[in-house]
């Protein structure tokens, strides 16, 4: 999973000039939508439901802010049953009932008035990293 697009629509309020202000994600008004390219000849998209995240959000200096969100596993839809079972499978994660994937950001670069790419290191539990990866945040 290269790239994760979290398509939250952040209601970001007035914030301390002096400190990063919490923000948790509602899952309701939210969503964690990923894709990857098969070899070169197709992108496919998924989503993840039931995650929990936060954003430390420094509107002073945003590059200075944070995104940290978990995500059961098991809650992967991608519209393909087989495909799913493959991505559990040892052949990939592995997955057991429970696991959870972590993301952490790592830098996050203003691109726009209500953009930012936040890049980021994205862990399965169980195993070492699986990935780094580049994600979208839109307000909207």
Same mark, same amino acid.
């Given at each position: ?5 979290? #398509? ?22 939210? %969503?964690?939508?990923?894709?990857? @390219? ?7 998209? $998924?989503?993840?439901?039931?995650? /929990? $995240? ?7 200096? *945003? ?17 393909? /049953?087989?495909?799913? #079972?493959?991505?559990?499978? *040892?052949?990939?994660? &592995?997955?057991?009932? &429970? ?20 890049? $980021? ?6 195993? @070492? ?9 839109? %307000?909207?």
């Amino acid at each position: 999973m290269k790239t994760l697009m979290f #398509a939250a629509a952040l209601a970001l309020g007035a914030t301390s000039a002096f400190a990063a202000e919490k923000y948790v994600l509602d899952s309701s008004h939210s %969503q964690v939508v990923f894709n990857y @390219d098969h070899i070169g000849y197709s992108t496919t998209f $998924g989503m993840f439901s039931g995650f /929990e $995240g936060e954003i430390m959000f420094d509107e002073a200096a *945003p590059a200075n802010s944070s995104v940290s969100v978990s995500m059961p596993l098991m809650s992967m839809f991608t519209g393909w /049953e087989q495909r799913e #079972a493959h991505f559990m499978s *040892p052949d990939f994660f &592995g997955a057991a009932e &429970g696991d959870l994937v972590t993301f952490t950001s790592t830098s996050i670069e203003v691109t726009g008035d209500n953009t930012a790419l936040i890049t $980021g290191d994205l862990n399965h539990e169980r195993r @070492d990293q699986i990935g780094c990866s580049r994600c979208k945040a839109e %307000q909207g």
